[in-house]
């Protein structure tokens, strides 16, 4: 018994073998068995792999690229794990930029343009306890100048500051968070290094969290959300989260208080945009995390069920499932219109004591309150904020169809996102159909068939001025006025119809799907020949 004690003591079985490390145990898993599809990993992380291995040093595709090939999927993004050191990778390739205070990594660009891809590598690094490491009282921003000397480092919390320290594979594998992320495929001789039983985790289709689950969200808070978002993701694949690794979620969701706000943004952001917007929604009420999170993404998820803010959403995901392009603006934009709309609404009203404003003033002062209140000062703002008040701009600007206004409308940069914009309000029923579907025609065609557009719409504005002022009714007789008179009257009043002319006035920002405002101008009347009528004919009569 006492010799079991001193075994365990030394890490040692009672068979007198080496027990398992902390760092988990090395498999070597052949392509027989992982059974993965060299034809799905990217050329490019390929040759940065192979470009590694030639100048001698270890390197494999590693993390989520090595998950998705193991369920049989292409991979969206390929992340590189090696243990040279960030400057040593940037001496080996043309355009490679080193990135990252608090975790030092390396970009290696391939292509120009929309058309780049972007492979990152990363240094093996060593597993450092939070006790071993360096402690400073404040966070990442008040402590900046005391962190630029550290290479590990903690707050009083024990969240991670710093992690720059390189060290062996296997400690680089205990330190990353999911045993389905944690995991290195040599596309050389198609071998994949196991330390956690990922493989397993994989076949089992289950999430879970190397280490102690709460000492891993205490160290990086973040972890929380990561967590939200690979339940999100794989959920349709059948995936579940174990229940160790979900039960404390809740409780260490404080800890996201102390993240920067930047970096918190930049988290939420990834939760709606990597086209799982509508199962993360699902994930995040699921889990018990509907709030709390991050104030922004608790407006996402309380609006999601709006038919607006879920077409958005699902037409997020579906712009991602098809490997298109998406902009943060636009999701945002679509998140917060209903506040722009209301306070918009307001200030023209003048409700709540104030001064009724022109359309345009009253929606740029909306849009000031909106940023101020929902998005504060956060990175990326200033470009962010640009995109998100041009598209909401925009808007009225699609109800007036005459003159140069479409013209210097679609060539305007972000027309194509602000016509999206008005698509999807079209959609939902807050625009007129009609209006989305000659927007997208005008925008598409050629010179003449444009010119053909406009004269529709003065066309159509014309017979509708038309019918008001036909059903525009009869003016009221005052009470006792003599019968000529009123025959009189009633006479001048139908002349002066006929002689009405009905003109749009200008600047004038008409209710989405209406005629733009009228106002009535009436042409002076020229005196009538012959005897008797006219103005002199009071005269008579009274003589």
Same mark, same amino acid.
């Given at each position: 018994?006492?010799?079991?004690?001193?075994?365990?003591?030394?890490?040692?079985?009672?068979?007198?073998?080496?027990?398992?490390?902390?760092?988990?145990?090395?498999?070597? @898993?052949?392509?027989?068995?992982?059974?993965?599809?060299?034809?799905?990993?990217?050329?490019?992380?390929?040759?940065?792999?192979?470009? &590694?291995?030639?100048?001698?040093?270890?390197?494999?595709?590693?993390?989520?690229?090595?998950?998705?090939?193991?369920?049989?999927?292409?991979?969206?993004?390929?992340?590189?794990?090696?243990?040279?050191?960030?400057?040593?990778?940037?001496?080996?390739?043309?355009?490679?930029?080193?990135?990252?205070?608090?975790?030092?990594?390396?970009?290696?660009?391939?292509?120009?343009?929309?058309?780049?891809?972007?492979?990152?590598?990363?240094? =093996?690094?060593?597993?450092?306890?939070?006790?071993?490491?360096?402690?400073?009282?404040?966070?990442?921003?008040?402590?900046?100048?005391?962190?630029?000397?550290?290479?590990?480092?903690?707050?009083?919390?024990?969240?991670?500051?710093?992690?720059?320290?390189?060290?062996?594979?296997?400690?680089?594998?205990?330190?990353?968070?999911?045993?389905?992320?944690?995991?290195?495929?040599?596309?050389?001789?198609?071998?994949?290094?196991?330390?956690?039983?990922?493989?397993?985790?994989?076949?089992?289709?289950? &999430?879970?969290?190397?280490?102690?689950?709460?000492?891993?969200?205490?160290?990086?808070?973040?972890?929380?959300?990561?967590?939200?978002?690979?339940?999100?993701?794989?959920?349709?694949?059948? =995936?579940?989260?174990?229940?160790?690794?979900?039960?404390?979620?809740?409780?260490?969701?404080?800890?996201?208080?102390?993240?920067?706000?930047?970096?918190?943004?930049?988290?939420? %952001?990834?939760?709606?945009?990597?086209?799982?917007?509508?199962?993360?929604?699902?994930?995040?009420?699921?889990?018990?995390?509907?709030?709390?999170?991050?104030?922004?993404?608790?407006?996402?998820?309380?609006?999601?069920?709006?038919?607006?803010?879920?077409?958005?959403?699902?037409?997020?995901?579906?712009?991602?499932?098809?490997?298109?392009?998406?902009?943060?603006?636009?999701? &945002?934009?679509?998140?917060?219109?209903?506040?722009?709309?209301?306070?918009?609404?307001?200030?023209?009203?003048?409700?709540?004591?104030?001064?009724?404003?022109?359309?345009?003033?009253? %929606?740029?002062?909306?849009?000031?309150?909106?940023?101020?209140?929902?998005?504060?000062?956060?990175?990326?703002?200033?470009? %962010?904020?640009?995109?998100?008040?041009?598209?909401?701009?925009?808007?009225?600007?699609?109800?007036?169809?005459?003159?140069?206004?479409?013209?210097?409308? @679609?060539?305007?940069?972000?027309?194509?996102?602000?016509?999206?914009?008005?698509?999807?309000?079209?959609?939902?029923?807050?625009?007129?159909?009609?209006?989305?579907?000659?927007?997208?025609?005008?925008?598409?065609?050629?010179?003449?068939?444009?010119?053909?557009?406009?004269?529709?719409?003065?066309?159509?504005?014309?017979?509708?001025?038309?019918?008001?002022?036909?059903?525009?009714?009869?003016?009221?007789?005052?009470?006792?006025?003599?019968?000529?008179?009123?025959?009189?009257?009633?006479?001048?009043?139908?002349?002066?119809?006929?002689?009405?002319?009905?003109?749009?006035?200008?600047?004038?920002?008409?209710?989405?799907?209406?005629?733009?405002?009228?106002?009535?101008?009436?042409?002076?009347?020229?005196?009538?020949?012959?005897?008797?009528?006219?103005?002199?004919?009071?005269?008579?009569?009274?003589?």
């Amino acid at each position: 018994m006492i010799k079991t004690f001193i075994d365990k003591l030394l890490g040692k079985s009672a068979g007198g073998t080496q027990g398992k490390s902390r760092f988990g145990k090395r498999q070597e @898993v052949p392509a027989e068995v992982h059974k993965i599809d060299p034809a799905l990993v990217d050329e490019r992380a390929k040759n940065v792999v192979t470009t &590694l291995q030639q100048a001698g040093y270890e390197a494999y595709v590693v993390g989520g690229a090595v998950r998705d090939l193991l369920l049989g999927l292409r991979p969206k993004d390929f992340d590189v794990a090696t243990n040279a050191t960030p400057e040593q990778v940037k001496s080996l390739f043309r355009r490679a930029f080193i990135i990252g205070r608090r975790f030092r990594i390396v970009h290696v660009v391939y292509g120009r343009g929309r058309e780049h891809e972007v492979i990152e590598v990363s240094t =093996f690094r060593a597993y450092m306890d939070s006790a071993a490491a360096e402690q400073v009282a404040g966070n990442e921003r008040t402590s900046k100048g005391e962190l630029a000397s550290m290479k590990h480092a903690v707050d009083a919390s024990g969240r991670v500051l710093r992690d720059n320290v390189w060290g062996p594979q296997e400690e680089d594998a205990a330190r990353r968070d999911f045993t389905v992320n944690a995991m290195y495929y040599d596309p050389a001789n198609q071998v994949v290094v196991d330390y956690h039983n990922g493989i397993k985790d994989a076949q089992k289709l289950t &999430l879970r969290m190397i280490g102690d689950p709460v000492t891993r969200y205490r160290e990086d808070p973040v972890r929380i959300i990561r967590a939200i978002r690979f339940s999100a993701k794989l959920a349709a694949l059948g =995936f579940k989260m174990e229940a160790k690794t979900a039960a404390p979620l809740i409780e260490s969701s404080k800890l996201l208080a102390d993240v920067p706000q930047s970096r918190m943004f930049d988290e939420m %952001l990834k939760l709606l945009q990597t086209g799982h917007a509508i199962a993360t929604i699902e994930q995040l009420r699921k889990l018990g995390l509907a709030t709390g999170i991050y104030p922004l993404l608790d407006v996402v998820v309380e609006r999601a069920d709006q038919p607006f803010v879920k077409a958005a959403l699902q037409d997020t995901d579906r712009r991602v499932g098809e490997g298109k392009p998406v902009a943060p603006s636009f999701l &945002l934009a679509c998140v917060l219109w209903a506040d722009v709309r209301d306070g918009w609404a307001q200030r023209q009203e003048g409700r709540h004591g104030q001064r009724p404003q022109p359309p345009f003033p009253a %929606l740029q002062d909306a849009i000031d309150d909106v940023f101020n209140s929902r998005i504060g000062d956060v990175s990326g703002r200033g470009k %962010l904020a640009a995109d998100m008040r041009e598209i909401w701009m925009m808007q009225p600007r699609f109800d007036k169809r005459t003159g140069s206004t479409p013209y210097s409308l @679609v060539e305007q940069a972000r027309f194509r996102a602000a016509f999206d914009f008005m698509r999807l309000r079209a959609d939902v029923g807050e625009v007129g159909e009609a209006i989305a579907e000659w927007w997208q025609e005008f925008s598409t065609a050629d010179d003449v068939r444009r010119q053909d557009l406009l004269e529709q719409v003065r066309d159509e504005q014309k017979t509708r001025q038309r019918v008001r002022v036909r059903e525009t009714p009869p003016t009221s007789k005052p009470r006792g006025e003599p019968a000529g008179r009123q025959r009189q009257g009633e006479a001048l009043v139908q002349d002066s119809e006929q002689d009405e002319e009905v003109e749009v006035e200008a600047g004038a920002v008409p209710p989405d799907g209406e005629a733009p405002a009228v106002r009535k101008r009436r042409r002076r009347r020229k005196p009538r020949t012959g005897g008797g009528g006219g103005e002199g004919g009071g005269s008579a009569d009274g003589a």
